[in-house]
Every structure is written in C-alpha cells, then in structure tokens.
C-alpha cells in the first residue's frame, strides 16, 4: 500500500514562515557589528564581534621543549600540566585573542598566540621560571586615638544603634518577620540579602560570644531578647535550625548585624595591609599532592617540604597561629589558608570547600612552582598581520566567487526551488555567523574553509531534495503532494550523509591540532545548520509556493511536462 503523504495545514506553514523570518532578522543584527546608537538593544548586539585566529590576525606559533628527565616518572605528567597552567597565566596576560596553551607528544609544549605584538617580550616571559613564594600578613601599624569631639560622636551613634537593634526585637516580638527586617536592617553584606541566614555552621566558626549565644543558649526558633555585642557590632540571632552530634553537631542561624564605631581609636576598615615575603619558597617545596580527609571525606591536598624547609615552615606557622600565610604563584595568590597550629614536621595539609577538579589544580600550581620544568625553544614562526589579512580577504573572495556560482547553478538548473533555495542559503549565512559569534569561535584559515564547504553540502542536500521532487511532479502529483514526498524521500540520504560528517568532524577535533579543530568545528557548525536550513527553510518556502499557479506552471519547478495519471 502506498504511503500516505501528510499535508501540512497553510496557517501552520505562515506561522513557520514567520518564525524563519523572525531568526534571520535576529541573526543579522547580531552579525552587523555596528547599529544606531539609539537602537534597542544596540549595546548588547554591538558586543559581539569575530574572533580571528593565528593565521588571519597575525601573531606567534612557539613550540617548547620540556626536560623532564631530572623529575620522577611518577610526578613528570602532573609538573608537565602544571607548567602548562602557569604558561596559560601568562600568556592571557598579554591580553591577546584566544591563546592557546597545550602539551603536545614528546613532553612538549605548543602555544599559539594570536594578536601578540612583541614576540620576543612574550617569549621571554614564557620562558621564566615559576615562582611559588610564601607570604606572611603584616602587622597593622597603631591605631589613632580619637579626638574628644569624635570620641562623642562615636558614643552618641552607638546609643542610637542600641535603641535601632531594641526597636528590632520589639517588632520580632509583635510577630515581623525575622528575613525581612534583616534585609530592611542588617549591615552584613554576606548574609543581608538572604535574610540574614549564615547556613549550617560547627562550632570555632563565630566568634566565641555569638557561638556561645546560637549553639548553647538559644533553642530552634527563639531569638535573642537582648542585642548581642561583639567586636563587629550589635547583634540579634535567631536559631533555626541543628543537625547530628559530636564533632558533627551543627547549628543553623540567622542574625541582624548593626555596625558600631570605635569610641576608642579611627577606624581601620580600609587600611590595607601587605604581603611580607618570608624566606620559604618553590625550591623548599619537595611536592604537593591531593588526598583525602579521613574523616569528612573531602579532598584537601598535602605539602611536603625539605630540611631547610621544614625549619622555616615551623617558624612561619609559629608566629601566625590563626593568621593567613598566603601562597603566592608569578606574584598572584593562589591559596590563602589559615593556620591552625604550630607545624613543625616539614608536611602539612591545606583544607577547605574544594571539590576534587579544585583540589587538583591546586596541586598542579604548587607543584609549577616546587618541580619547575626547563622549557627551551626548539621553534618560532611568526604571523604578520598584513599577511593574515591577505590571506582572509583572498578567503572572503574565493567563497564569495563559490557562493555566487553556486546560485547561479541552482536558479538556473532548478528555476524557483533554485531561488528558494539561495534565499535558504542567504538565512543560514547568517545564522552560522551569529553562532560562530556568540560561542565565540576563533575564525582560521581552516575554519573558513570548513564554513564554505557546509555551504556546499548545504546545497547538496537541497539537490536530493529538488530532484525528488521533480520525480513526483513528472509522476503528475500534485504539487503539494510531490514536495512533501521529495523530502520524505531524500531525507534518509541527507541524514545518513550528515550524521557520517559530524562523527568525522567529532573525532578530528578530538584528536587533532589547532588548526584541525578549527575546521572539524566550523564545519560540524555549518552541517547542523545546513539541516536546518534544507529541512526546514527550504521545505517551508516551497509549501508557500504549492498554489494553483504554480500547479499550472511546472515549468518553475524544472518540469517541463507532467505524466497522465
């Protein structure tokens, strides 16, 4: 029996249409860099702009060579990726367009630097040894006494921040919520916006009078009567909730935080204080690594240092018990821990909220800096801008030749499913820019060529389509009719045909170099839009076209007689 053919209602068509048409124009202004300035919206389209790679926007290609052969086997894959990451710091410092930092075969180390403007001064950054320093806080300088007129007013701001945290208890009592006058009152930053709720907490997490008052005094749901004064302020808690027991006992609270004045010395909120380097550094550093904590489970990662090391990790935990030591990397900070007791053994252990992929980069750091690898130069090609302009607009103009060509063929050859089908292509341009804009993908000479040849497969699949449906209307069905079946029919070799391209295009940017990836992307991009575009832009258009003068005129389908049914 043959199959029934579905025809698809004409408001259903229109509504497609309109929808087509709606996508195009939002796909243009993306595309169009430049809009009215007192155009909707003309900011937010005006931000997006085509990412130039290597060959196209000029720059460096470095090749490194990395020796590892002074480091064990069992550490050289983890010092190889962290002087990577270090590199990558780097190298996004010079504030070029997409850079790329990767290991190659061979311990080697490929970085593409697109955009660069001084080679030599990149290279010779590159190139630098990672310095992992630690950094002990130092000391604030005295505080100022008031003078009496300040002391006064300190006095007399305090009094009415009482009166305002009483005032506060008042209304809780008479049955306010506790969140709402917490975000009307509180001046925690941290903890205003949601309420004034500071989550689940264990004990030495507060300071020791607001621990006492939320763990042992005040019961779920009670509030304090009285406001609570520390060294941040006046304070109203409210417990809202607890959980297990033991070392696990946790307690869950809220609070109204109104801050007070110094009546003694100025305030030093906005003093800021300095790192002091202390004399421990990367080369004191024998290797880090992530374990786990037995207790809790969560991944914290282990330091262990050298002799001299160990002597001065042991004075550097000493005179900062409960006081910050930062670790420092290329001069930025990359862990701040606390320091929780005198460490004397030449190992200790940095723990926190890390998840496991944290916990690992964190390593990777530390050891760029305790197990520095010599990178040497082995190769340096350099990109001119002037050439990569060249070369895109050589580029531009091949595809643009193709593209022109290419519609000329399909109006001629196949009439109005032709011209259809270039206005199919005129839409799916733009929608292609505007993803490759708004990922963002970095554009290459490749990449271009991946584009332009979608365009191509594009076309391909609108031919399968058109020459079904030629079949059908020599068959002498009717129009309608004969454009539902030639999709039907080309469908299954459209989507074979694709779906073979994209796993290709999926396992050469898996495995391949920059340069390969850039094309497998653009044309895996360019395939799922040309589906799009043949499948659904095309096939839309020709149901607009299914009417009786079309019908009379088979001629504008390339049919130049139809067979008697």
């Known amino acids: 029996m043959p199959r029934k053919t579905k025809i698809v209602t004409r408001s259903r068509v229109?509504?497609?249409?309109?929808?087509?048409?709606?996508?195009?124009?939002?796909?243009?202004?993306?595309?169009?860099?430049?809009?009215?300035?007192?155009?909707?919206?003309?900011?937010?389209?005006?931000?997006?702009t085509p990412k130039l790679g290597l060959d196209l926007q000029g720059g460096a290609h470095l090749v490194y060579q990395a020796d590892v052969s002074d480091i064990p086997s069992a550490d050289?894959?983890?010092?190889?990726?962290?002087?990577?990451?270090?590199?990558?710091?780097?190298?996004?410092?010079?504030?070029?367009?997409?850079?790329?930092?990767?290991?190659?075969?061979?311990?080697?180390?490929?970085?593409?630097?697109?955009?660069?403007?001084?080679?030599?001064?990149?290279?010779?950054q590159i190139g630098e040894t990672p310095l992992l320093e630690f950094k002990e806080m130092s000391e604030p300088p005295a505080p100022t006494p008031l003078t009496a007129a300040e002391k006064e007013a300190a006095v007399k701001h305090n009094e009415e921040t009482l009166n305002t945290a009483d005032s506060i208890i008042q209304q809780l009592n008479q049955g306010s919520d506790f969140g709402e006058l917490a975000r009307q009152y509180s001046e925690d930053p941290g903890s205003k916006d949601n309420g004034g709720d500071l989550d689940f907490a264990k004990r030495n997490t507060f300071v020791p009078e607001f621990e006492e008052v939320l763990f042992d005094q005040l019961k779920i749901s009670e509030i304090t009567q009285a406001?609570?004064?520390?060294?941040?302020?006046?304070?109203?808690?409210?417990?809202?909730?607890?959980?297990?027991?033991?070392?696990?006992?946790?307690?869950?609270?809220?609070?109204?935080?109104?801050?007070?004045?110094n009546e003694v010395y100025q305030s030093q909120d906005n003093l800021t204080l300095d790192w002091n380097n202390t004399q421990l550094s990367g080369k004191n550093l024998k290797r880090s690594a992530v374990e786990f904590d037995p207790n809790s489970g969560q991944p914290v990662i282990s330091l262990q240092f050298d002799d001299q090391g160990r002597e001065l990790f042991a004075a550097i935990t000493?005179?900062?018990?409960?006081?910050?030591?930062?670790?420092?990397?290329?001069?930025?900070?990359?862990?701040i821990p606390t320091v929780q007791e005198e460490i004397t053994q030449g190992s200790a252990v940095i723990s926190g909220n890390f998840n496991l992929v944290e916990a690992k980069l964190l390593a990777q750091r530390l050891n760029a800096g305790a197990l520095p690898v010599p990178i040497e130069l082995i190769s340096q090609q350099t990109v001119g801008p002037a050439l990569g302009k060249i070369s895109l607009q050589k580029s531009l103009i091949a595809g643009f030749l193709g593209l022109i060509i290419v519609s000329l063929f399909m109006i001629i050859f196949y009439r109005l499913?032709?011209?259809?089908?270039?206005?199919?292509?005129?839409?799916?341009?733009?929608?292609?820019?505007?993803?490759?804009?708004?990922?963002?993908?970095?554009?290459?000479?490749?990449?271009?060529?991946?584009?332009?040849?979608?365009?191509?497969?594009?076309?391909?699949?609108n031919v399968l389509i058109f020459e079904r449906t030629k079949e059908e209307l020599r068959n002498g069905k009717p129009i309608g009719t004969s454009v539902e079946e030639g999709f039907n029919r080309a469908w299954f070799s459209i989507r074979d045909s694709n779906f073979s391209s994209i796993i290709t295009c999926v396992i050469l940017a898996w495995f391949g170099s920059s340069l390969i990836k850039g094309f497998a992307v653009t044309l895996a991009i360019g395939i799922l839009i040309s589906m799009f575009s043949a499948i659904t832009v095309t096939r839309t258009f020709l149901r607009l076209m299914a009417a009786k003068y079309f019908e009379d005129h088979p001629f504008l389908f390339g049919v130049s007689k139809k067979k008697d049914v």
């Open 14 to 48: 229109w509504l497609t249409f309109v929808g087509i048409l709606v996508l195009a124009i939002f796909a243009g202004l993306i595309d169009y860099p430049k809009l009215p300035a007192d155009f909707p919206g003309q900011s937010w389209f005006s931000k997006f």
């Open 76 to 124: 050289a894959a983890s010092a190889l990726e962290g002087v990577r990451d270090v590199i990558e710091q780097r190298v996004n410092a010079f504030g070029v367009s997409e850079p790329l930092v990767q290991t190659g075969s061979n311990n080697r180390l490929i970085i593409e630097l697109a955009g660069v403007t001084d080679v030599n001064q990149a290279i010779q």
């Open 227 to 261: 406001p609570l004064k520390t060294e941040f302020g006046y304070h109203i808690i409210k417990k809202l909730d607890e959980r297990g027991q033991g070392e696990d006992y946790e307690v869950k609270g809220a609070h109204i935080l109104l801050t007070i004045t």
């Open 318 to 335: 000493k005179r900062n018990l409960q006081k910050p030591v930062a670790i420092f990397l290329d001069g930025q900070p990359i862990s």
């Open 417 to 461: 499913p032709g011209l259809m089908a270039v206005v199919a292509l005129f839409i799916y341009g733009l929608v292609a820019l505007a993803i490759f804009e708004l990922w963002p993908v970095t554009l290459t000479l490749a990449g271009i060529a991946g584009f332009i040849l979608s365009v191509g497969m594009a076309v391909d699949a």
